[in-house]
């Protein structure tokens, strides 16, 4: 079965501090894809990352990197210089491959980040 | 715009009394979703369907039921509301394999 953890429930941090959100999953397929969705205040679910689970290369984007460790099962997001639009809850999330298509995505509880200017 | 809507955005409803939410696509993507977010819970999976007339349940279905006559439209309906699905709630799409998911702005539903 799946399941996606994230321990970190709440986290606060002082604008321009590093954080790193973590995200341990666990799936029996080989073929699976992991994600990080945002929702902020405003409640929408924004897309942020997809990746599948033969490409382990870390991702970076802008004050976004990702860190995907097959040997550890997780899929770590880092924000460097926090800024107060960060301030969210962000998901990590899970989806297996199958011949007749995707699971439907399994999350994690969410981690709710804080940054205080 | 990812061409996915839900309706109504919020509702108050009465405990006992049929609730029926509507998502709508205009990507003729097979595969759409329900979720509900609850504190504490992240967003759980009450059903999904793989395309028209094909449902199958989630981890929460117990109180609910959906329809998909046609691609464009999956509806979620609660016979009879109880508190305990005071929810927000989340529609979904996906075209299958290798692709993204998109999310609806989400309903937030109050069972008094």
């Known amino acids: 079965a799946q399941k996606v953890t994230q321990a970190q429930t709440e986290i606060s941090v002082v604008e321009k501090e590093d954080v790193t959100l973590d995200c341990v999953y666990e799936t029996r397929d080989t073929t699976y894809y992991l994600f990080w969705y945002k929702q902020p205040p405003s409640g929408e679910l924004v897309f942020l990352i997809r990746r599948n689970s033969f490409d382990e290369q870390n991702e970076i984007s802008g004050r976004y990197s990702w860190n995907f460790q097959k040997s550890t099962s997780s899929f770590n997001f880092t924000i460097t210089a926090s800024q107060v639009v960060d301030s969210a809850v962000y998901f990590c999330?899970?989806?297996?491959?199958?011949?007749?298509?995707?699971?439907?995505?399994?999350f994690g509880k969410g981690t709710r980040l804080s940054v205080i200017a | 715009d990812a061409g996915i809507t839900q309706s109504p955005r919020h509702k108050v409803t009465e405990t006992g009394t049929p609730v029926t939410l509507r998502c709508h696509q205009t990507?003729?993507?097979?595969?759409m979703y329900w979720y509900r977010q609850d504190p504490g819970h992240g967003l759980r999976l009450i059903h999904y369907s793989y395309g028209v007339k094909d449902t199958d349940k989630g981890e929460v279905s117990d109180g609910y039921s959906v329809s998909r006559s046609k691609t464009e439209d999956f509806l979620l309906t609660l016979e009879s509301a109880t508190s305990s699905q005071t929810s927000v709630y989340f529609c979904?799409?996906?075209?299958?394999?290798?692709?993204?998911?998109?999310f609806g702005s989400g309903t937030r539903l109050t069972v008094v």
């Open positions: 999330a899970l989806s297996e491959a199958q011949s007749s298509g995707n699971t439907p995505l399994v």
């Open positions: 990507e003729n993507h097979r595969y």
């Open positions: 979904a799409i996906n075209s299958g394999f290798n692709y993204g998911y998109t």
